[in-house]
């Protein structure tokens, strides 16, 4: 009987060790991924339906380059000439009667109306500078002098 039962001690402790080594090697097997069983991914990178793989790379596809177009410069727009407006003022203002240019110059700055004053005919301005309040003539008259002492601009010539 001593012998039945050291076999019956060798089987107990023989079959667990031998369950748990199967369960071990299988459960390595799982987690090293040599047995593959769905759900069960230990050292794998788990892939969602919804996520894409990225698409393979392909190679870069080569377009023949378009040398650019030259640049065309827009023209730069010309700067108002404020002396072609006063003599064409004055020109117009020559031809009016004293009395209407009275009217019309009242609500003139004094040296913008110097400004135009001075391209008109002496005697127009003579007679406008008459018709006009003796205090509102005199500070024109000084502005007028001003405006006439300034050099003429030289022309910048272009190289």
């Not at 009242?106 to 309040?133: I, N, P, Y």
């Given at each position: 009987?001593?012998?039945?039962?050291?076999?019956?001690?060798?089987?107990?402790?023989?079959?667990?060790?031998?369950?748990?080594?199967?369960?071990?090697?299988?459960?390595a097997?799982?987690?090293?991924?040599?047995i593959?069983?769905?759900?069960?991914?230990?050292g794998?990178?788990?892939?969602?339906?919804?996520?894409?793989?990225?698409?393979?790379?392909?190679?870069?596809?080569?377009?023949?380059?378009?040398?650019?177009?030259?640049?065309?410069?827009?023209?730069?727009?010309?700067?108002?000439?404020?002396?072609?407006?006063?003599?064409?003022?004055?020109?117009?203002?020559d031809?009016?009667d004293?009395?209407?240019?009275?009217?019309?110059?009242?609500?003139?700055?004094?040296?913008?109306?110097?400004?135009?004053?001075?391209?008109m005919?002496?005697?127009?301005?003579?007679?406008?500078?008459?018709?006009?309040?003796?205090?509102?003539?005199?500070?024109?008259?000084?502005?007028?002098?001003?405006?006439?002492?300034?050099?003429?601009?030289?022309?910048?010539?272009?190289?």
């Amino acid at each position: 009987m001593a012998e039945t039962k050291s076999k019956k001690n060798l089987l107990f402790i023989l079959i667990p060790t031998i369950v748990l080594l199967l369960a071990g090697g299988a459960g390595a097997a799982i987690f090293f991924g040599l047995i593959k069983i769905p759900g069960m991914n230990f050292g794998n990178k788990v892939v969602k339906k919804d996520e894409k793989k990225p698409p393979a790379k392909k190679a870069p596809v080569v377009t023949p380059t378009k040398t650019p177009a030259p640049k065309v410069e827009k023209p730069i727009p010309p700067k108002p000439d404020p002396a072609k407006g006063y003599a064409k003022l004055a020109t117009v203002w020559d031809a009016m009667d004293s009395e209407k240019l009275k009217q019309v110059v009242s609500t003139w700055r004094d040296a913008d109306l110097a400004q135009v004053l001075v391209k008109m005919d002496e005697e127009k301005v003579s007679a406008l500078l008459a018709l006009m309040d003796p205090k509102k003539s005199s500070t024109i008259m000084k502005a007028i002098q001003v405006k006439a002492s300034e050099p003429e601009p030289t022309p910048v010539k272009k190289a």
